[in-house]
């Protein structure tokens, strides 16, 4: 039974009067003591408040990408049902002048495709194991994807849904990572930095008005030991990132 807004006063009362007691049976040996001196609260400062605010992007940078995976069926809707290497054979035969030719820059990508006949994650097969969860909020599992782009050291990341019985691809990145992650119904990569002891994270996260994975954080976090100063620093320890780069953390469960 709840307790009555009386029965909820005496309760406060009790427990301030216990914490008065305790403070003056503390004696000279637990006094407080302060914590020195607290640096000044500084609000935002707009600066250049005369510029006109721009209305259009200076440059293209894809946020939405999405598109549907042409050859690719999926039976029952189900996505578990689809074979990620018949997904990845798809986009290599999208853009051939990446993958195919002894000058292609994904060439090796292409060649290991022939090591694929145990399926994903097997052997020495460039599609990586799938990971499935669902990212759209729908209730039905969605695919994530990982192949590396051969001979280099990159890694191609894809998250696909199923819309009007079609698979669809709604994100799409390329970078060399240090780990990938899937939290909530978002994916966060995680990427290394040409700065020392810091690393980039972006994290992508399901928007229902773009029906895709939109880039939500992008970031440069530090992951080495801090150098110390006599003097603390007033910034904060995240800085945000203006690279293409990426960024993520550990696996999740999938299969």
């Not at 060439?107 to 994903?120: F, H, I, L, P, Q």
């Amino acid at each position: 039974m709840p307790l009555s807004r009386p029965g909820q006063a005496a309760r406060r009362l009790a427990a301030v009067a216990l914490l008065l007691a305790a403070a003056v049976g503390c004696g000279d040996a637990g006094e407080l003591e302060g914590a020195g001196s607290t640096p000044t609260a500084q609000g935002p400062a707009r600066l250049w408040p005369e510029l006109t605010p721009a209305s259009s992007p200076a440059f293209e940078i894809g946020e939405v990408n999405t598109e549907v995976v042409k050859g690719v069926k999926v039976p029952g809707d189900d996505i578990r049902r689809v074979d990620p290497v018949g997904i990845v054979r798809a986009e290599m035969a999208r853009h051939p002048g990446e993958y195919d030719g002894g000058e292609a820059p994904y060439r090796d990508t292409k060649r290991r495709m022939a090591e694929c006949g145990k399926g994903a994650g097997h052997g020495r097969c460039p599609v990586l194991r799938p990971y499935y969860r669902d990212l759209t909020g729908d209730g039905r599992d969605d695919l994530t994807l990982g192949f590396p782009l051969l001979p280099g050291k990159t890694t191609a990341v894809r998250v696909y849904t199923v819309e009007k019985h079609q698979l669809v691809q709604v994100m799409a990145w390329e970078d060399a990572l240090s780990g990938v992650e899937l939290a909530g119904r978002s994916l966060v990569i995680r990427s290394p930095s040409e700065v020392a002891g810091y690393e980039y994270r972006l994290q992508w996260t399901w928007d229902r008005d773009q029906r895709a994975m939109l880039l939500t954080h992008d970031e440069m976090l530090r992951t080495g030991p801090r150098k110390h100063s006599r003097h603390p620093s007033a910034s904060p320890s995240a800085v945000p990132s203006l690279s293409p780069s990426a960024s993520g953390s550990a696996s999740v469960s999938g299969g």
